[in-house]
């Protein structure tokens, strides 16, 4: 069983910050890339910014510059902090984790999802 557990989402006016938080739990063997996803209503969820077990960070272009994804590679958490929020990165963020677990198997999993609005 694994678990991926979200925090830090809210209501922020235009040009805040929040951070996102994503702790990852269960039998875990090991943990490939993780990542933030985003969801705005209407529109297909994207890839915000990921990061792989070998610390290569991957952004997306309308993020770049404002949003900073970082890991711990100890308590296996993934975070993001979002500098300089737009009304545009309102949605629905979502962590992800590509990883194996102790029997094997390999898997992508999802969090359950936090909301994010940028709004005055």
């Known amino acids: 069983q694994v678990q991926l557990v979200e925090s830090g989402g809210g209501l922020v006016q235009p040009g805040g910050s929040l951070r996102l938080s994503c702790a990852v739990s269960?039998?875990?063997?090991?943990?490939?890339?993780m990542g933030w996803y985003r969801q705005a209503p209407g529109k297909q969820r994207e890839l915000v910014a990921a990061?792989?077990?070998?610390?290569?960070?991957f952004y997306a272009d309308s993020v770049k510059g404002r949003f900073t994804i970082s890991r711990d590679y100890v308590k296996n958490t993934v975070s993001l902090e979002m500098n300089n929020l737009k009304p545009e990165d309102t949605a629905v963020y979502y962590c992800?984790?590509?990883?194996?677990?102790?029997?094997?198997?390999?898997?992508?999993?999802w969090g359950q999802g936090t909301q994010v609005t940028v709004s005055s």
């Open positions: 990061i792989t077990s070998g610390v290569t960070t």
């Open positions: 992800n984790a590509d990883l194996q677990v102790v029997d094997g198997t390999r898997y992508d999993y």
């Open positions: 269960g039998s875990i063997f090991s943990i490939y890339a």
